[in-house]
């Protein structure tokens, strides 16, 4: 693991959770109850992770003693522990607060550790992007017969229907693009292209 895997992973685990993982007492835990866990325990593997972790600093970790530890520095021989320690203190720092003001203050966090070893803000940008993409919609159908357009219950639309015409549609706009290219080609004739 290098320090941009752990900084990815680290902080997408973060905005994805929302929350803090911390034990009855508000101190922070690597892993927790429900599978929470903190920015470093995100990046322990579950075959390196022990109970006994917990309660420790990540500085404590590292230089631990006892089976399995060496492991864990091997794991973790690229990531520089200052990082590891930044991503730790952005988990405890945030607080208890609500899921939205949480990832604002994460990504706030991460754009400032990034700055600071020279990442890239690539994974944590597309986060933000694809969270904003809206799911599959419900469309109200109507019942045959009925003018005014409310008759019934809502009912969920056909989605493999708007797939399949979906995909006709981007079918034709590949063709119609290929033709345009290569217009004295015969269809399937190009370099071993096959008709979609």
């Known amino acids: 693991m290098n320090n941009?895997?752990?900084?990815d992973i680290a902080v997408v685990?973060?905005?994805?959770?929302?929350?803090?993982?911390?034990?009855?007492?508000?101190?922070?835990?690597?892993?927790?109850?429900?599978?929470?866990?903190n920015a470093v325990g995100a990046l322990i593997p579950d075959h390196l992770y022990w109970n006994s972790m917990d309660g420790k600093t990540v500085p404590q970790v590292l230089v631990a003693s006892g089976p399995g530890y060496e492991r864990l520095r091997e794991h973790f021989r690229g990531v520089a522990p200052r990082l590891l320690n930044e991503l730790?203190?952005?988990?405890?720092r945030a607080g208890n607060c609500l899921p939205?003001?949480?990832r604002d203050i994460v990504?706030?966090?991460?754009?400032?550790?990034?700055?600071?070893?020279?990442l890239s803000l690539r994974t944590m940008h597309l986060w933000v992007v694809y969270r904003k993409i809206p799911g599959p919609q419900m469309q109200q159908r109507t019942e045959p017969g009925d003018s005014?357009?409310?008759?019934?219950?809502?009912?969920?639309?056909?989605?493999?229907?708007?797939?399949?015409?979906?995909r006709e549609e981007m079918?034709?706009?590949?063709?119609?693009?290929?033709?345009e290219a290569h217009p004295?080609?015969?269809k399937g004739t190009i370099e071993g292209h096959t008709p979609l």
């Open 4 to 7: 941009q895997e752990a900084f």
């Open 13 to 37: 685990h973060l905005l994805n959770q929302a929350q803090r993982c911390v034990n009855s007492n508000g101190q922070s835990q690597y892993r927790g109850s429900r599978g929470c866990k």
């Open 88 to 92: 730790q203190d952005l988990h405890d």
């Open 100 to 102: 939205s003001l949480f």
């Open 107 to 118: 990504l706030a966090g991460g754009s400032r550790i990034a700055q600071m070893f020279g």
């Open 148 to 166: 005014k357009g409310s008759a019934g219950p809502s009912l969920p639309c056909r989605r493999t229907e708007n797939v399949a015409v979906h």
């Open 171 to 179: 079918l034709r706009r590949i063709e119609a693009e290929r033709r």
């Open 184 to 186: 004295s080609a015969e």
